[in-house]
């Protein structure tokens, strides 16, 4: 490994810059690479920071299973090889797609003294374990690796290949492990410059290289991840894989508009689509898209105009397939029809309940104007059945061995308060920058966990989150010796078998944990609970 | 920009805002609820009991308010409200008037339904802390519902007279029919003219004859109409020849009649002669019932006086110690005999040898009086010999083993009070070896013969009032059977075996009695009391257990007292009797008295030859013939003339507000047509339902009945 | 507001109770026409066992978190039997005493605090269902009742900054009329009866003033309208709050009284 000892990052983190190995490769070998070529001078001094060499031998592992990744890494030379493991694999009885992850479950104390101790102790159990996901197929999808296969499958990566930059753009854990074969050599692109690399016009060639291998590599996993095409026949998807289009948005822009000709099928890669229908004079959201989901179904089989607008909420990348292209590739099997024909009348009763229940459709444009469709899990109190008697307050103290993770206090919409306990976001900005992974997400779970004896009171995450929902309490840590403020915030009660304490221990069922991406629980929950 | 009102929180804390610690509220509060229960308990333990009360006592226990133990009895596990608490003050001489069983026994006159009852707590009833208005003695009808199924006075069924038509007991002849015929054309007013209410109304006066019956029924110079038959001298003594203090003025007219007999004339009502007379030949016909009735009234009239003079355990003086100590004692032996050993080969040889013994005792005692010798000759005891006492069935032997040995346990008794240092010391040491016999357990289970015998009894004592001959010999041979039938269940000696041991038995006592000093006849008087109480057909199990229910009932109450002195709780109890139960007693004892007055004195005559007997009977009836005019005869006597069994025996008929309201007629018109003195007059329970029901006048079980036997001298009453 | 509020919430548990009360009173009606009742009796001291068991085990409430919520699963269930384990435990005890009122000095004593108790409970069960309705419905500020002194103490320092550098006479009303009202909490009782009343009184001076002032004024009128309206509105919240937080010791320290003179009951009935 190369080692230093002087500062070679005098502008950026300084924490980071203390750490040896990271050395930024020189302008001259980042010429060398394909994709960078073409790019000028100034552009790559800017992103020359970012940018890292590593050898590996063979047999060392770069990436591991559960770890935290901030780059994207490109194999200049060597081989390495991708091991997915069990721990992804889930159940064998369980072979539902599984887009979103699944929430963690607790272990269950063992005997009476065990349990006694759970009651008494006040802290959460050890042990939890966690679950993932995995397509009909039995295909674990790896978002970050432009691969899937099954479990204890080895798939090998050759140079050329770029792996690991959905995790370090989503702050996933990595989700396999990777080991390098051969001598291997990778340029590492950390997060800022895979931004830049990916958004920026000049560098559009990297974007295609990385269309190119997801077109390649994980187009068809993706497409038969999609309930409509999965039992296609092998020779249809690589059809679909040739002619989709490969397509991007930034944030805002309308993607389809209303009553327009509808003769494309979309699919979402990644980022938020707000699915929405005119209502007079504005925008009444139906529904919203993330990665995996897909529309415009209807139009691969009619002449139809499209019945709803599509706008990007963030940066979306999409999957775009024409339905000439569509007919062509189908034209000698019927059943895609009819399995095309049975979401499509899933899908437009889903679209008249939210017609006819304006409310849950105010639910959800007030969760994507202030950003509640991120997360997983919101808490919310019923305003009208709260009696502020801080039970869930003082709950929620007794598990965290005396102090509690949110505050009581929020903003309110209707007659729900929205306190500040973390949302679980689908997307948590707040793990970005942190420098010692105390903050973390188990794998294929819904919490975001901070622990407190590697946190060193940074404040990273607090900056970060929009919503304020991560707090500092005083704490004198063990790990570094000294009196720090710990960043703290809900955990979902991970650990506790009952599950999150305030909604358990509110006396009169005021609290609810919900997602706003649930439209049916929003429906149900919500807007049944409104007195007239 | 104009400033809008927020909606949801204005500012947000940077902290975390920690909700107000509960804990230290709850303990404080927690800690106030201990000292509360504590303190209170404390409180209790220490004195200051008055707050623990559910409520004041009635008005009639306001004196004994606040002292718990009084009434109830603590602890853990033999807390409550004891009936031996309630019996210190209302029960003093231990008659169990106020128990259960003693109602069962005022009401069904059958011992052994009395002691097969189950017990019921006064308590069951009776409550207390309701407040001072509260009437304890009040109880609810559905108590009585409890066993007596009707429930109401509208299912109440029909009187038992009524249904046997026949009234009983009342010893005389009468017919209303006639006179109030009479009465018409005399001008009176034909009921009032003999019934005269009470100044309260409620009863009516006894009818007497010198004021009701002789106006008419005697001639103008006062005597009865009518002559005796003629008479043999022999068995009646002249009017000259009667002793003193009888002769006094008597003025009967002797009528020469043939053969020597002579007739007699002249007599008035309760004329002394003529009674003497038939004292004289009774005593010669029959000295063993004389003397039976003799005892029984003696010994009723011991025990009614010995409940008026006692003395509350508290005032008594007595050393309660030492009755504690005596009674344990006793206890404990009749508990270790209950539950004795069977009798051995041994012990029955023992037992003979005792009896031999003791034969020789009484002997002794016997040979020191000079009383005739017939009678009192212990040698005519007929004490069984050893062979007798064969191997019967299980329940003869045990039985007769019983008796036996209650005969023997009363006789060195008497000998022990009578007899001199060393006889004393014997009689103590014989006694103590027959209490070291104890009768064979294991009898067989007679609970349900009894039930049956239960059932039998009422319907023989119906039958034998009945006026139809036919039923009468029925019910006679159902009694056979039924004495048979109790004699198999019980075990142990025939009736007349039964009496005879009886009678020889009394007579010792007699014979002891006569010859000792005042405080012989102290003791003898109990102990013949306790003679007389043999029933026959008893088990001797049953016998037992009850003395020794009473003994220990005895115990506990000496116990209680010596706890409530130790407490320093102990209220003064009031007068030995309540007024109204020594009034009835006093009642009581005067007419025993005037029976047994009717009864003593005069001479008395030798036992008639069993050939003369019947011409003696034959004299008797001659003799009393004015006399059966009116008066029945009862065996060789006249039967007691008494107020006759109310057709309501078990309850009490207050006159007063009926006869305010309507005439004799409305309920008594039948004896316009009665003829005779067991004729029932007196309607149904139909018409009391007329008027007593629901909404319209009181019909609760109390308006009249009484649960308790109003006094012991009722109890004593069951036949 | 409509009465929907009082609608129970769980309704299995509403039918229950009704259903275990009514069979108790009419189990009552028939043994009691048949035989006198007594409280010492056999059903006479099992519905006052009855009703000392739940009296003890709705002592236990405060014990939910500690127990994790066993054996009712959530606080919410917890709540639930403790209501309406206490309306019947009431109406067991009225049974075992069969309907009569007490006679000794303990008796009243037990009596009163059981009615006491559980009147005070039931007060409280429309309190909470009431006052939340109240604050959802006609408040829009939500502040936690410890953070408002506070809260409100920020709101007068706004208010002087608004004020600061007006003209005369709103300086004058500003000073006279408004600082007055905003120097700290004021809770009051008359929150409870209304809301609408009080926030016209407190506004009325605006708008009898808005006329005199300035225009360039007018913007700091409104400002502090705003700030008089929030501040209206935490004084509300305050009391509101504190009304429900002042009903807690009036219940449970009559029902602690209560049982430890329930155990007292117990020991003197075993006891003699």
């Known amino acids: 490994m190369p080692t230093t000892d002087q500062p070679v990052n005098p502008g950026g983190n300084p924490l980071i810059a203390r750490l040896p190995r990271y050395e930024p490769a020189s302008i001259e070998r980042l010429k060398t690479y394909p994709f960078l070529k073409q790019v000028n001078q100034r552009i790559l001094e800017k992103l020359q920071p970012n940018l890292i060499e590593r050898s590996y031998a063979p047999g060392d592992i770069i990436l591991r299973l559960g770890d935290y990744n901030d780059a994207a890494y490109f194999i200049a030379d060597g081989v390495v090889e991708v091991r997915i493991s069990a721990v992804n694999a889930g159940s064998e009885d369980d072979p539902a797609p599984r887009v979103a992850p699944t929430p963690v479950t607790g272990a269950r104390p063992q005997g009476l003294a065990a349990r006694l101790r759970h009651i008494f102790a006040r802290e959460p159990l050890e042990g939890a374990v966690q679950v993932g996901g995995r397509a009909t197929d039995g295909t674990v999808i790896l978002g970050d690796m432009p691969v899937g296969g099954r479990p204890g499958e080895r798939v090998l990566l050759e140079p050329g290949e770029i792996f690991g930059e959905l995790s370090a753009l989503s702050r996933y854990p990595v989700s396999a492990d990777v080991v390098a074969c051969t001598q291997t050599r990778c340029l590492l692109i950390r997060t800022p410059a895979l931004r830049m690399l990916l958004k920026q016009k000049p560098l559009a060639s990297f974007k295609q290289m990385v269309d190119e291998r997801y077109r390649t590599r994980s187009l068809s996993t993706h497409l038969r991840n999609v309930e409509l095409f999965a039992e296609l026949d092998g020779s249809i998807i690589a059809g679909l894989q040739r002619s989709a289009e490969l397509v991007s948005f930034e944030p805002g822009a309308q993607i389809i508009e209303q009553d327009s000709s509808a003769d494309a099928f979309y699919l979402v890669r990644g980022g938020y689509v707000k699915v929405a229908v005119r209502a007079g004079p504005s925008q009444l959201a139906i529904t919203y898209l993330r990665k995996g989901d897909y529309a415009g179904e209807l139009s691969l089989l009619m002449d139809e105009p499209w019945p709803y607008s599509l706008f990007a909420l963030e940066h979306v990348e999409m999957v775009k397939i024409s339905r000439a292209d569509f007919d062509q590739v189908v034209a000698s099997h019927d059943t895609v029809r009819d399995l095309l024909w049975q979401s499509a009348v899933v899908r437009l009763k889903e679209r008249g309940v939210a017609l006819r229940s304006p409310v849950s459709?105010?639910?959800?444009?007030?969760?994507?104007?202030?950003?509640?469709?991120?997360?997983?899990?919101?808490?919310?109190?019923?305003?009208?059945?709260?009696?502020?008697?801080?039970?869930?307050?003082?709950?929620?103290?007794?598990?965290?061995?005396?102090?509690p993770r949110f505050i009581r206090e929020g903003t309110r919409f209707r007659q729900w308060s929205i306190p500040t306990a973390c949302y679980q976001c689908t997307d948590p900005v707040c793990m970005i920058g942190c420098p010692t992974g105390a903050i973390t997400r188990p794998i294929g779970s819904l919490e975001v966990t901070i622990n407190k004896d590697t946190c060193i009171g940074c404040h990273n995450c607090v900056k970060r989150c929009p919503w304020d929902n991560i707090i500092e309490v005083p704490y004198s840590s063990p790990t570094i010796n000294r009196d720090i403020e710990l960043a703290t915030k809900c955990d979902l009660c991970l650990g506790r078998t009952q599950g999150p304490a305030c909604v358990q221990m509110c006396p009169h069922g005021s609290a609810t944990r919900i997602s706003f991406k649930d439209l049916e629980t929003v429906t149900t929950t919500l807007s049944a609970e409104e007195m007239p | 920009m104009a400033r809008i009102l927020p909606s949801g929180t204005p500012t947000r804390s940077k902290r975390y805002v920690l909700p107000a610690a509960m804990e230290r509220r709850w303990m404080l509060a927690g800690l106030a609820g201990a000292v509360l229960l504590f303190g209170l308990t404390g409180l209790y333990f220490a004195?200051?009991?008055?707050?623990?009360?559910?409520?004041?006592?009635?008005?009639?226990?306001?004196?004994?308010?606040?002292?718990?133990?009084?009434?109830?009895?603590?602890?853990?596990?033999?807390?409550?409200?004891?009936?031996?608490?309630?019996?210190?003050?209302?029960?003093?001489?231990?008659?169990?008037?106020?128990?259960?069983?003693?109602?069962?026994?005022?009401?069904?006159?059958?011992?052994?339904?009395?002691?097969?009852?189950?017990?019921?707590?006064?308590?069951?009833?009776?409550?207390?802390?309701?407040?001072?208005?509260?009437?304890?003695?009040?109880?609810?009808?559905?108590?009585?519902?409890?066993?007596?199924?009707?429930?109401?006075?509208?299912?109440?069924?029909?009187?038992?007279?009524?249904?046997?038509?026949?009234?009983?007991?009342?010893?005389?002849?009468?017919?209303?029919?006639?006179?109030?015929?009479?009465?018409?054309?005399?001008?009176?007013?034909?009921?009032?003219?003999?019934?005269?209410?009470?100044?309260?109304?409620?009863?009516?006066?006894?009818?007497?004859?010198?004021?009701?019956?002789a106006a008419c029924h005697t001639d103008d110079d006062g005597f009865v109409t009518g002559n005796t038959d003629p008479i043999a001298p022999d068995y009646v003594l002249a009017p000259d020849d009667v002793p003193e203090p009888w002769a006094g003025e008597i003025e009967i007219e002797t009528i020469e009649a043939a053969r020597g007999r002579s007739e007699y004339t002249r007599m008035r009502h309760a004329d002394r002669w003529t009674l003497y007379n038939a004292r004289r030949l009774r005593r010669a016909i029959d000295p063993e019932g004389e003397t039976s009735e003799r005892e029984a009234l003696g010994g009723r009239i011991a025990y009614l006086e010995q409940q008026l003079t006692l003395e509350p355990l508290t005032t008594a003086g007595a050393n309660l110690e030492a009755w504690a100590d005596a009674f344990e004692r006793e206890v404990t032996e009749l508990a270790r005999r209950l539950e004795g050993e069977p009798a051995a080969e041994t012990d029955l040889a023992a037992l003979e040898a005792m009896m031999a013994a003791t034969r020789a005792l009484a002997a002794r005692v016997a040979s020191t009086t000079d009383a005739e010798a017939d009678l009192e000759d212990p040698g005519e005891l007929t004490m069984p010999v050893a062979g007798s006492l064969g191997p019967d069935t299980t329940g003869n032997s045990a039985a007769e083993l019983e008796t036996r040995r209650n005969e023997l346990l009363s006789l060195l008794e008497a000998v022990e009070a009578r007899g001199g240092e060393s006889l004393r010391d014997r009689a103590a040491t014989l006694r103590d070896r027959v209490n070291g016999l104890s009768p064979q357990s294991g009898e067989p289970d007679t609970a349900a013969y009894r039930d049956g015998l239960f059932a039998l009894d009422e319907i023989v004592r119906v039958l034998r009032n009945v006026p139809d001959p036919q039923a009468r010999y029925e019910a006679a041979e159902l009694d056979v059977l039924r004495s048979l039938a109790q004699q198999q269940v019980t075990g142990g000696l025939a009736q007349d075996e039964f009496e005879d041991r009886r009678r020889q038995l009394l007579s010792l006592l007699s014979a002891i009695e006569r010859d000792g000093p005042g405080q012989l006849r102290a003791r003898v008087a109990p102990l013949r009391q306790r003679v007389l109480a043999l029933r026959w057909g008893a088990d001797g199990d049953a016998e037992l257990s009850r003395r020794l229910r009473r003994r220990r009932r005895d115990l506990y109450r000496v116990r209680l007292e010596l706890e409530l002195a130790a407490t320093g709780e102990s209220a003064p109890v009031g007068s030995a009797a309540p007024l109204r139960d020594r009034a009835a007693v006093q009642a009581e004892l005067g007419?025993?008295?005037t029976r047994l007055a009717a009864i003593e004195g005069g001479s008395r005559p030798g036992v008639a030859l069993a050939e003369d007997r019947e011409r003696q009977g034959f004299a008797l009836e001659s003799l009393l013939l004015p006399c059966l005019k009116c008066h029945e005869l009862a065996g060789p006597k006249l039967a007691p003339v008494t107020v006759a069994e109310p057709v309501m025996a078990r309850a009490l008929f207050d006159h007063a507000p009926h006869v305010i309201q309507t005439n004799c007629a409305a309920c008594h018109a039948s004896v316009e047509t009665s003829g005779l003195a067991t004729d029932v007059n007196v309607p149904g329970v139909e018409s009391c339902q007329s008027c007593h029901r629901q909404n319209a006048v009181r019909a609760t079980c109390e308006t009249c009945h009484v649960y308790h036997p109003p006094s012991v001298a009722a109890l004593l009453r069951a036949p | 507001m409509s009465r929907s509020f009082l609608r129970p919430k769980c309704r299995t548990w509403f039918i229950g109770s009704v259903s275990v009360g009514?069979?108790?009173?009419?189990?009552?009606?028939?043994?009691?026409?048949?035989?006198?009742?007594?409280?010492?009796?056999?059903?006479?001291?099992?519905?006052?066992?009855?009703?000392?068991?739940?009296?003890?085990?709705?002592?236990?409430?405060?014990?939910?978190?500690?127990?994790?919520?066993?054996?009712?699963?959530?606080?919410?269930?917890?709540?639930?039997?403790?209501?309406?384990?206490?309306?019947?435990?009431?109406?067991?005890?009225?049974?075992?005493?069969?309907?009569?009122?007490?006679?000794?000095?303990?008796?009243?004593?037990?009596?009163?605090?059981?009615?006491?108790?559980?009147?005070?409970?039931?007060?409280?069960?429309?309190?909470?269902?009431?006052?939340?309705?109240?604050?959802?419905?006609?408040?829009?500020?939500?502040?936690?009742?410890?953070?408002?002194?506070?809260?409100?103490?920020?709101?007068?320092?706004?208010?002087?900054?608004?004020?600061?550098?007006?003209?005369?006479?709103?300086?004058?009303?500003?000073?006279?009329?408004?600082?007055?009202?905003?120097?700290?909490?004021?809770?009051?009782?008359?929150?409870?009866?209304?809301?609408?009343?009080?926030?016209?009184?407190?506004?009325?001076?605006?708008?009898?003033?808005?006329?005199?002032?300035?225009?360039?004024?007018?913007?700091?009128?409104?400002?502090?309208?705003?700030?008089?309206?929030?501040?209206?509105?935490?004084?509300?919240?305050?009391?509101?709050?504190?009304?429900?937080?002042?009903?807690?010791?009036?219940?449970?320290?009559?029902?602690?009284?209560?049982?430890?003179?329930?155990?007292?009951?117990?020991?003197?009935?075993?006891?003699?």
């Open chain 2, 47 to 213: 004195g200051a009991t008055g707050f623990i009360s559910p409520g004041d006592l009635a008005a009639e226990h306001a004196p004994v308010d606040l002292q718990c133990a009084q009434c109830h009895a603590t602890g853990l596990t033999g807390g409550g409200v004891m009936d031996l608490r309630c019996e210190r003050c209302h029960d003093i001489g231990g008659s169990e008037r106020l128990t259960h069983a003693g109602h069962v026994l005022f009401g069904s006159a059958n011992a052994l339904k009395t002691d097969a009852t189950q017990e019921v707590a006064c308590v069951q009833c009776h409550i207390d802390h309701r407040g001072r208005d509260w009437a304890v003695a009040t109880v609810d009808d559905r108590e009585c519902a409890a066993c007596h199924l009707f429930g109401t006075l509208e299912r109440h069924p029909e009187f038992a007279a009524i249904n046997a038509s026949i009234q009983t007991g009342l010893g005389l002849k009468f017919d209303h029919d006639r006179h109030i015929v009479e009465a018409r054309d005399a001008g009176l007013d034909e009921c009032a003219a003999c019934h005269v209410q009470t100044i309260d109304q409620v009863a009516f006066e006894p009818i007497r004859f010198d004021e009701h019956c």
């Open chain 3, 22 to 272: 009514t069979g108790s009173v009419a189990l009552f009606a028939v043994l009691a026409s048949s035989a006198p009742w007594s409280p010492g009796r056999f059903w006479g001291l099992i519905f006052g066992t009855l009703a000392a068991v739940v009296f003890v085990l709705d002592g236990l409430y405060p014990l939910r978190r500690r127990l994790m919520g066993w054996p009712f699963g959530t606080a919410q269930r917890w709540l639930q039997f403790h209501i309406y384990g206490g309306a019947l435990a009431l109406l067991f005890v009225l049974i075992h005493v069969g309907f009569s009122l007490p006679n000794g000095q303990f008796g009243w004593w037990l009596f009163g605090l059981t009615l006491w108790s559980v009147v005070s409970g039931l007060v409280g069960v429309w309190l909470q269902k009431w006052i939340p309705t109240v604050l959802a419905s006609q408040l829009s500020v939500e502040a936690l009742y410890d953070r408002i002194p506070e809260m409100a103490d920020r709101l007068q320092s706004e208010a002087d900054a608004v004020a600061r550098g007006a003209s005369d006479l709103l300086e004058r009303f500003y000073s006279g009329e408004i600082r007055p009202s905003l120097a700290g909490v004021a809770p009051s009782w008359s929150f409870l009866v209304g809301l609408a009343g009080d926030r016209e009184r407190r506004l009325t001076p605006f708008r009898n003033v808005a006329q005199f002032v300035s225009d360039d004024d007018q913007d700091r009128l409104k400002d502090l309208e705003a700030i008089v309206t929030e501040k209206f509105e935490l004084d509300a919240q305050y009391s509101l709050q504190r009304a429900l937080r002042l009903w807690l010791p009036l219940h449970l320290f009559p029902a602690i009284v209560l049982l430890g003179l329930l155990a007292v009951h117990i020991f003197a009935v075993l006891y003699l």
């Open chain 2, 591 to 593: 007419i025993l008295r």
């Open chain 1, 361 to 403: 459709s105010q639910y959800l444009q007030m969760a994507m104007d202030t950003g509640l469709i991120h997360g997983e899990s919101v808490l919310l109190i019923d305003l009208n059945t709260c009696t502020r008697c801080d039970d869930c307050v003082r709950a929620c103290a007794d598990t965290h061995g005396g102090t």
